[in-house]
């Protein structure tokens, strides 16, 4: 089957054979880091050790099976685990590797010379190892979790997609990439549910996440596409910053693409949320008038409360958006007022 979903208008969704091998696997090493983690604490209290937890299906390994699929894991968690996809370039590196190689059988090229991928370590081998073991007994419910992910997504991006990327590029001052962005759609990504890499832009996102499903799928899209496209507010932001000699607010940068991407898809939200619920005009009406709740995104923001940014997003940012002031006058205010 074609590992390529498509043709859609800005993104492309890619479910990848060797890209959700390795984000499961990291996702397993670090399931069994956790356990160990709790039982070393609780040994330390004298609780007693808690059951062996496992994320792994139903679906049992045979022996040799298991075997291999454990040495594997314990190759990820002594490797990787530890590790965080989003800034370890170790971790980048090889996740575009893999989705680089996609449609390989395999990665060292041993029948295919043009399936060398070359990668580092011994994670190659490691990789092909579990390859059978994934196929068997994962990669069906996972690759049907990701296509039904993006067919429920693709209607919105085919209806909104185009004008949605225009209008947030127009709103960070710069042009939309021309290439469609490269989406991988994996069972698991990591612990946020999505994230974004850069040079080259490629966001991975969780089919299976809670946080990931129905409408917020695209609000999570367009999300982690406004990392690389919002990069303009980031350099206005520290260039603000330095003329003032102040600190670069951790994370004003990342609560304005928040809040920017929700005001941005609010109609179209409140339109899908609707027509799940077979909404009439009333209900329609009384949802487009109601207080704006925080979105789920909202509580990735670590340094401050989502509350006060959002407080100042709406009094110096918003008329902004509402074309009212422009674009560096409002990144000044909101950084004298930070
Ligand atoms: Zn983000």
Not at 87 to 93: G, K, R, S, T
Not at 113 to 120: K, M, V
Not at 143 to 169: C, H, I, M, T
Request: net charge negative; aromatic share 8%.
């Amino acid at each position: 089957m074609e590992s390529v979903y498509g043709p859609l208008p800005v993104f492309e969704f890619h479910s990848g054979f060797w890209v959700n091998l390795h984000h499961f696997l990291y996702h397993e090493a670090r399931a069994r880091l956790a356990v160990k983690n709790e039982s070393a604490a609780s040994a330390k209290t004298g609780t007693g050790g808690p059951a062996l937890k496992t994320s792994q299906s139903a679906t049992a390994l045979s022996a040799t099976e298991q075997k291999t699929w454990d040495q594997v894991v314990t190759y990820y968690a002594a490797n990787y685990a530890d590790k965080d996809p989003l800034v370890n370039i170790d971790l980048i590196l090889l996740k575009n590797q893999l989705g680089d190689f996609e449609d390989c059988a395999e990665l060292t090229g041993h029948q295919k010379r043009t399936c060398d991928a070359g990668l580092p370590g011994n994670v190659g081998p490691m990789l092909e190892a579990a390859a059978p073991i994934y196929r068997a007994h994962w990669w069906g419910d996972h690759d049907r979790a990701n296509r039904r992910w993006v067919a429920k997504v693709a209607p919105l991006v085919r209806e909104q997609g185009v004008g949605l990327s225009e209008r947030l590029a127009d709103i960070y001052q710069t042009q939309w990439p021309k290439e469609k962005i490269r989406v991988e759609v994996c069972a698991y990504a990591n612990s946020a549910g999505a994230y974004t890499t850069l040079d080259p832009l490629r966001v991975t996102i969780a089919s299976t996440d809670p946080r990931n499903q129905g409408p917020e799928a695209l609000e999570v899209l367009f999300h982690e596409a406004s990392h690389d496209i919002a990069q303009p507010v980031d350099q206005a932001i520290r260039r603000e910053c330095k003329q003032r000699d102040k600190p670069i607010p951790r994370d004003l940068w990342h609560a304005l693409i928040i809040y920017t991407t929700g005001e941005v898809l609010r109609p179209v939200m409140n339109d899908a949320a609707l027509e799940k619920g077979g909404g009439d005009s009333a209900a329609k009406s009384a949802k487009a008038a109601a207080p704006q709740v925080p979105y789920a995104l909202s509580d990735i923001l670590t340094q401050r409360g989502w509350e006060e940014y959002h407080l100042l997003l709406t009094m110096y940012w918003q008329p902004y958006l509402d074309g009212k002031v422009k674009f560096d006058d409002a990144i000044a205010h909101l950084v004298s007022a930070v």
